[in-house]
């Protein structure tokens, strides 16, 4: 079992930025893909983000390519979102989210099956 702990979220003017952190404890090192998702209020949940936890490949959703980036610290079993041009459209809970050793995917949420408690992100205009 994996436990996933967000932290960084806030309130923040639009244009600035923010980064936020999910440090993963237990058998964080069998995920294939650590993740970030956000859900807006009365949206569904969407992918952000996705790196593989070996070898460290990136994937983001094209609402953020060039704005967000994923990282990580495996000495630290962390992962990190770095959230710059915030805009009122970024506002949304965010989760941090780890995939099982067998992922077929990223993107999806059903490919995640553990889940950190979300953090909220507010972005005013």
């Known amino acids: 079992q994996v436990q996933l702990v967000e932290s960084g979220g806030g309130l923040a003017q639009a244009g600035a930025s923010l980064r936020l952190s999910c440090r993963a404890s237990g058998r964080a090192f069998s995920s294939y893909f650590m993740g970030w998702f956000r859900q807006a209020l009365g949206k569904e949940r969407e992918f952000v983000a996705a790196?593989?936890?070996?070898?460290?490949?990136?994937y983001s959703a094209d609402s953020v390519k060039g704005r967000f980036t994923i990282s990580k610290d495996n000495a630290k079993n962390t992962v990190y979102l770095q959230m710059n041009s915030l805009s009122a459209e970024d506002t949304a809970v965010y989760y941090c989210?780890?995939?099982?050793?067998?992922?077929?995917?990223?993107?999806?949420?059903?490919?995640?099956?553990?889940w950190g408690q979300g953090t909220q992100v507010t972005v005013s205009s």
């Open positions: 790196i593989r936890w070996s070898g460290g490949n990136t």
């Open positions: 989210a780890s995939s099982s050793p067998f992922a077929m995917g990223y993107e999806a949420p059903g490919n995640y099956n553990n």
